[in-house]
T-cell receptor, first 114, second 114 residues
Framework: GAGVSQSPSNKVTEKGKDVELRCDPISGHTALYWYRQSLGQGLEFLIYFQGNSAPDKSGLPSDRFSAERTGGSVSTLTIQRTQQEDSAVYLC????????????FGPGTRLTVT | GDSVTQMEGPVTLSEEAFLTINCTYTATGYPSLFWYVQYPGEGLQLLLKATKADDKGSNKGFEATYRKETTSFHLEKGSVQVSDSAVYFCALSALGTSYDKVIFGPGTSLSVIP
């Protein structure tokens, strides 16, 4: 079946512009995660959605970052007034949401802020 | 709070050498434990997992045993190959909460040389 998809795969933007990154999780997965991976670094947790519960936004680095998940499926991560330090690979993952279940990762969106 | 600690990399081994990547965790309750792998230019994928104490996860010649007494989940392989060159992430799934949050370690880069 289809895996997690993300779009665009690459995005180059000018400093100060807003960007939107999209994630299509695996159908039926109730949990959705966003992470950021900078060059040579580990995974930085950004935000977590689970069903209809309030999202865990504890990882968002600033108020320029926001995310929403419509209809319990597709999610959009928005970065306003981008800065050069926002350059990274943004990864989305989904899971069935049951305890101990694995995460399925998308291929990521490589964001470059010039 | 819950956390995962991994040995610092990069790790460089010759082909057919024995591999150990240490992972220890801090968590309340009884988390599930995972190893994810990221091959060059690819997304993260699950390598193996264990959901309760003394369980052994195994896949592709890799093994890890969930040790509650030492709060560890060390990754081992008896004979590495060049194709095992990748970044390895230890992770835990926090239980006892209303949702299934996954916490990743910083990753350990492995290079296997012929």
């Amino acid at each position: 079946g289809a895996g997690v998809s993300q779009s665009p795969s690459n995005k180059v933007t000018e400093k100060g512009k807003d960007v939107e990154l999209r994630c299509d999780p695996i159908s039926g997965h109730t949990a959705l995660y966003w992470y950021r991976q900078s060059l040579g670094q580990g995974l930085e947790f950004l935000i977590y959605f689970q069903g209809n519960s309030a999202p865990d936004k504890s990882g968002l680095p600033s108020d320029r970052f926001s995310a929403e998940r419509t209809g319990g499926s597709v999610s959009t991560l928005t970065i306003q007034r981008t800065q050069q330090e926002d350059s990274a690979v943004y990864l989305c993952a989904s899971s069935p949401g049951t305890s101990g279940s694995e995460q399925y990762f998308g291929p990521g969106t490589r964001l470059t802020v010039t | 709070g819950d956390s995962v600690t991994q040995m610092e990399g990069p790790v460089t081994l010759s082909e057919e050498a024995f591999l150990t990547i240490n992972c220890t965790y801090t968590a309340t309750g009884y988390p599930s434990l995972f190893w994810y792998v990221q091959y060059p230019g690819e997304g993260l994928q699950l390598l193996l997992k264990a959901t309760k104490a003394d369980d052994k996860g195994s896949n592709k010649g890799f093994e890890a045993t969930y040790r509650k007494e030492t709060t560890s989940f060390h990754l081992e392989k008896g004979s590495v190959q060049v194709s095992d060159s990748a970044v390895y992430f230890c992770a835990l799934s926090a239980l006892g909460t209303s949702y299934d949050k996954v916490i990743f370690g910083p990753g350990t880069s492995l290079s296997v040389i012929p």
